[in-house]
């Protein structure tokens, strides 16, 4: 089984459990590792689904008591990221804060106040122009792969995840960044929270996997976990995607500095 890196606590405010019992869950899974992901704090308040700046030192703490309850289990130390422009001095300040093993890079916001897999917004696609939508996000998301700031990028077709797509071939989306991973060398996750999600089908679609595979950009497999029993989730149904499309490794990271291990 591939680790899981991309995995929250309840400093975000809206996942539950200490990072010792998703440590626990990796444990008794028997993953290779386990990443800690939480939302990156902002130095001020900017919305209600982040730490705050000052909770910073006690997500750190949080990780370490982890890995004192769980030495044998190799626990990393990363942030999802969110990628807002003009934002690029704060990542590269705050990259600086820890010691990271990697930061994901992900794109909510297509607006400022709107972000896009919000329940809340839904109006926003059921009255508005989808394809509008998809356009703005995937144009942001190869804006973020191009800031190098990031060592895989998370949830690449979020949009999709209350089930509504932009019509017809959506490779017009799909390859510009496909191109940013391939031209900046950045890795890109399969995260089975979509499957948790009235898509019903994980992020990304397999149609983007096998462009992705094809111009030999690495992956990842990560749950999303917003609860310990979400660790893991679906590995095995990722895994037999993953391989279906011709990847045979998958990426891991130490410092910042990116392994490929066999994908089993």
């Keep these: 089984m591939p680790p899981d890196y991309h995995t929250h ?3 975000c405010k809206h996942a539950v459990g200490h ?3 998703y440590a626990a869950r990796a444990a008794e899974l028997g993953l290779p590792e386990l990443g800690l992901s939480d939302h990156s704090p902002m130095r001020e308040y900017f919305d209600d689904w982040r730490m705050a700046w000052e909770e910073f030192p006690a ?3 949080m990780v370490e008591e982890a890995r004192a309850a769980y030495p044998r289990l190799p626990i990393r130390l990363g942030l999802e990221v969110d990628y807002l422009q003009g934002g690029d001095a704060w990542v590269e ?3 600086k804060a820890a010691d990271f093993d990697y930061l994901i890079g992900s794109v909510h916001y297509i607006a400022p106040g709107w972000d896009v897999d919000n329940p809340k917004y839904i109006s926003r696609f059921t009255e508005g122009n989808v ?3 998809w356009s703005i996000y995937f144009q942001l998301y190869e804006k973020a792969i191009r800031s190098r700031l990031f060592d895989f990028m998370g949830h690449p077709d979020l949009p999709k995840k209350f089930g509504f797509r932009a019509t017809g071939d ?8 496909i191109q940013a991973l391939v031209d900046t060398n950045t890795a890109y996750e399969i995260n089975t929270a979509g499957l948790r999600k009235d898509v019903r089908e994980m992020y990304p679609a397999r149609q983007f996997l096998e462009m992705a595979h094809a111009a030999g950009v690495p992956l990842l497999i990560n749950s999303d976990a917003h609860a310990p029993g979400e660790v893991g989730a679906d590995f095995a149904q990722a895994v037999q995607l993953a391989r279906e499309v011709g990847y045979t490794h998958s990426a891991r990271f130490e410092k910042r500095r990116r392994t490929l291990a066999p994908l089993t």
């Excluded at 959506?170 to 960044?177: G, I, K, S, T």
């Design 9 to 11: 606590t309840p400093l």
């Design 19 to 21: 990072p010792r019992e």
């Design 59 to 61: 997500y750190l703490e």
């Design 93 to 95: 300040e705050l990259a």
């Design 131 to 133: 394809d509008e939508i």
């Design 170 to 177: 959506l490779r017009r989306f799909y390859e510009p960044v």
